[in-house]
């Protein structure tokens, strides 16, 4: 089809000459934090795999095993012939983690949102976004056709005063944020969210995609504060900290029963494998018993933040506002040469004029290297 590839062929040219052209680049993922890109072996700071548990011995032995002894695919969605019993006692541990009634594991965080949302909300109803929130929480809300008012990042006041002023217009409410923003490495309001919540009767959800194994000792973001700040909906997902593969989501059991009937990614995508249960049970069993790893990832970030003269950061995801997409990229491809990756993030993830370095540390980072490397960005990234 030649206008098919005219147009799309002029679409890209102009993401070309805005710097914002993307492309894939072979990597191998050696042991959870040194790379391999081009023939060049990189330490990489921009992984998700924050407790390096994708390689760990114990999670890779349950995913083999599992494979070994129930092949590679689910072979059907959960509803028909894909739940295998693994499932059933990884959403028990789920549920047990969270402090909730049930649990329901999705294939993916992105299948997640876009479930969960349309399954509660319809068209006249209001969800509230934070204005940095997921691009699958925007998938979601959109999907769901509700009406969607968006407040200031982070900012629970202007929240609470765009809920008091729509929400009687609507007989269904839902406030939904990250619980660790993935690209700007802060944490929600959640306490004055969930109160407000609360308080105008409106359903809150938190993907907590970054918190989970990371923060509140392991346990997520709600966790963070004695006591925990209560959360009905509690999303996450199993790829980042867990190491491997799928995402849920811990509420009470007639929610998790009506995402069974009526969560359309889940009733209608094929179950995960059986090896990404089996991986996910071995991690969280680790996330659970070893506090000390959990509390390494963000110890990691504030010794590079202290030597590199930024500010504490909440959590181990460290943005470097650079705000031109070329600038960020000049300094992403120098510290490559140095023997680093850490990847510029540009618009569309991020708003326009924020382009930046975005740094994950994880468990396993020598500290020598993340000396070296905030040395670097100090001087020749910051110019001080
Ligand atoms: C990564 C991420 C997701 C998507 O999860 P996948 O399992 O990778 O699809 C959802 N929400 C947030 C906040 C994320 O960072």
Not at 189 to 195: E, F, K, M, N, V
Not at 214 to 243: D, H, Y
């Amino acid at each position: 089809m030649q206008s098919l590839d005219n147009f799309i062929s002029g679409k890209l040219a102009k993401l070309e000459a805005a710097s914002l052209r993307r492309t894939l680049v072979d990597t191998f993922r050696e042991d959870g934090i040194w790379v391999t890109r081009g023939g060049r072996r990189l330490l990489s700071f921009c992984c998700n795999d924050y407790l390096n548990l994708s390689q760990h011995d114990a999670v890779k032995t349950a995913a083999i095993e599992a494979t070994r002894k129930y092949g590679v695919g689910s072979g059907a969605s959960r509803l028909v012939t894909g739940n295998h019993p693994l499932f059933a006692e990884l959403e028990a541990r789920l549920a047990r983690l969270k402090g909730t009634e049930a649990a329901i594991v999705f294939g993916s965080g992105y299948l997640a949102n876009t479930g969960i949302i349309p399954a509660l909300i319809g068209k006249d109803d209001l969800i509230l976004m934070d204005e940095l929130n997921h691009a699958c929480l925007w998938g979601g809300s959109r999907m769901s056709r509700a009406k969607i008012v968006t407040f200031p990042h982070a900012d629970a006041a202007m929240a609470r005063k765009l809920l008091a002023k729509h929400r009687a217009s609507h007989p269904h409410a839902m406030i939904a944020t990250d619980g660790v923003f993935s690209m700007d490495g802060d944490i929600a309001p959640l306490r004055a969210l969930s109160d407000m919540a609360k308080e105008y009767d409106a359903w809150f959800l938190v993907d907590d995609a970054h918190g989970l194994g990371v923060v509140g000792g392991g346990r997520g973001s709600a966790f963070i504060e004695n006591p925990p700040v209560e959360i009905p909906l509690q999303m996450g997902t199993l790829s980042k900290a867990a190491g491997g593969y799928g995402a849920y989501l811990c509420a009470s059991r007639p929610v998790i029963d009506w995402m069974h009937n009526r969560a359309r990614t889940f009733v209608y995508s094929t179950g995960l494998p059986p090896a990404s249960a089996a991986a996910a049970i071995a991690a969280l069993e680790l996330i659970e018993t070893d506090k000390a790893l959990t509390a390494k990832p963000v110890q990691k970030a504030r010794a590079f933040t202290k030597s590199a003269g930024l500010p504490e950061p909440m959590t181990n995801i460290v943005p470097i506002m650079l705000g031109e997409e070329k600038r960020a990229l000049r300094a992403s491809e120098m510290l490559a040469e140095e023997g680093f990756l850490v990847v510029a993030i540009r618009p569309p993830t991020v708003p326009a004029g924020t382009a930046r370095l975005r740094m994950t540390f994880t468990a396993g980072h020598p500290d020598a290297e993340i000396e070296r490397l905030a040395h670097l960005v100090r001087s020749r990234v910051l110019g001080n």
